[in-house]
């Protein structure tokens, strides 16, 4: 502790997953906490991102499964929803959350909560409003809103973004999305499968760009040929604007020049992180991409720590929880620890879900790593012939000696089978060992044991 009277050893700045725990571990630690939240409690996972999507994709993959119901002798015919009962759903699914139970929880725990924007006079002074706070030390939890791209007439419509979309009363009859990253991707699903005629548009080559080829390949199949969802990629939208109850979008794909007319236009095309808290006046680097750390997530400051989206990596909430514990580790100790990115998986929840974790193609090919490759379709395995659902495939990627760096699964259950692999990755363990692990058969995780015995290190 300072030999300065501070009033309090550490001050949080956001109450989400990259911010709480945090707090939490360092006041069980006997410190003095302080958390400070301008939005919702508990951060956007539990009231805007994670729980009110999953709650809403919960209830279109079981419209969508439904549907196929007739092969297996169903009568689904008759069946239809009610979309606002699926949203009060979904606020069911955040209230049950606990959201808004944060501030009782974190004020269990002896830690003083705020509400308002904090902006910081200096490097151990803060203001919330009126209110001036002082401390020995800050880890900044601030997160990510969504990007507003410099389209001609945005400003002139009423636009939605991923945290807007899900409040909807209705599906819209027809819906331009412009981003297809993971957000964009789920929304556009979630829509066409409850009606929606859907236009997808991002500037890169392929959806999911982030991932690699083949998952790009297998959802651009299934939106296109089970979906309706017509894909717009290497795409710039470059106007918007009111045309009587509709939208009118003009967009360049290559060099020509299209337009269309919807009645939403859905803006997902990508997040900033929340740095605007006046970081310059505590020493802290920074710029429109996130704050800068150290491998210990300390920042230029040495008091300053930072955590989940406000670094700009965007990773999914289970980062940034694991974020969280280790700012509070490196808060509270000598011998600082680095978080293991390596086991942290990616899910984009779909229907068949995609889930990757550890390196794929691009980035070994970056860093010039000699890699194998296996890849088993889901056809290949007799649950594919049970479910009658043949669409995606299993892939590790593997070192000369076997030793796992990545895999990414397309299927349903996805992300319960990950979860394999980063055990294995985080205990060392090669595409061998996977591969003599008995899988239960008739389950969807043999095309990942297959994919493993197929590696060869000779």
């Keep these: 502790m300072s030999k300065h009277k501070f009033d309090y050893d550490l001050i949080v700045i956001g109450s989400g997953a990259a ?40 209830a279109a993959h079981l419209l969508d499964d439904t549907m196929r ?25 955040v209230k049950r959350s606990g959201a808004s139970a944060t501030g009782d929880y974190l004020r269990g725990h002896g830690i003083s909560l705020f509400k308002g924007r904090a902006h910081f006079l200096s490097p151990h002074e803060i203001s919330i409003g009126r209110r001036h706070l002082t401390a020995h030390q800050f880890l900044i939890a601030t997160g990510s809103r969504t990007s507003i791209p410099d389209i001609a007439g945005l400003d002139t419509i009423d636009y939605l973004t991923p945290e807007t979309a899900i409040d909807l009363m209705r599906p819209p009859k ?34 999911l760009a982030r991932e690699d080829d083949e998952v790009s390949e297998v959802i651009a199949d299934v939106f296109t040929r089970l979906r309706g969802v017509e894909l717009l990629t290497s795409t710039r939208v470059i106007a918007v604007k009111n045309d009587g109850p509709l939208k009118k979008v003009t967009y ?29 006046n505590a020493g802290v680097d920074y710029n429109e991409s996130g704050i800068k ?71 070994l090919a970056r860093e010039d790593t000699k890699f194998r490759c296996s890849i088993v379709q889901n056809s290949a395995i007799p649950r594919a012939n049970t479910a009658n659902f043949s669409i995606g495939f ?41 591969a003599e692990t008995i899988h239960p058969f008739g389950s969807w995780s043999e095309a990942l044991r297959l994919a493993c015995a197929k590696v060869r290190t000779k």
């Design 19 to 58: 911010g709480s725990v945090a707090a939490e571990i360092v006041a069980r630690a006997g410190q003095k906490v302080a958390v400070i939240e301008a939005g919702h409690l508990g951060g956007s996972a539990p009231n805007l991102s994670d729980v009110p999507v999953g709650a809403l994709m919960t």
């Design 69 to 93: 119901g007739t092969a297996f002798g169903l009568r689904t015919a008759a069946v239809s929803y009610n979309y606002p009962s699926i949203k009060g759903w979904k606020d069911l699914a």
């Design 174 to 207: 027809s819906l331009f999305v412009v981003g297809a990253g993971a957000s964009g991707v789920q929304l556009a699903e979630l829509f066409s499968i409850f009606g929606s005629r859907v236009h997808l548009a991002d500037m890169q080559k392929r959806i």
């Design 252 to 280: 360049l794909t290559g060099e020509k020049e299209h337009s269309v007319k919807v009645e939403k236009v859905l803006i997902a095309a990508g997040r900033t992180p929340g740095v605007d808290i006046g970081l310059e």
């Design 293 to 363: 750390t150290n491998n210990f997530l300390c920042t230029s400051s040495p008091h300053i720590y930072a955590a989940g989206d406000v670094l700009g990596g965007f990773n999914k909430t289970h980062s940034a929880l694991n974020e969280s514990r280790v700012a509070a580790h490196n808060l509270l100790n000598r011998n600082k620890i680095t978080p293991n990115y390596m086991a942290s998986p990616r899910v984009i929840w779909l229907n068949p879900e995609v889930a990757a974790i550890g390196m794929t193609e691009k980035d």
């Design 394 to 434: 299993a892939k590790v990627l593997t070192g000369l000696k076997g030793e796992l760096l990545g895999a990414t699964i397309v299927a349903p259950h996805a992300a319960e089978i990950i979860g394999e692999v980063g055990l294995a990755i985080n205990s060392g363990l090669t595409a061998q060992d996977i």
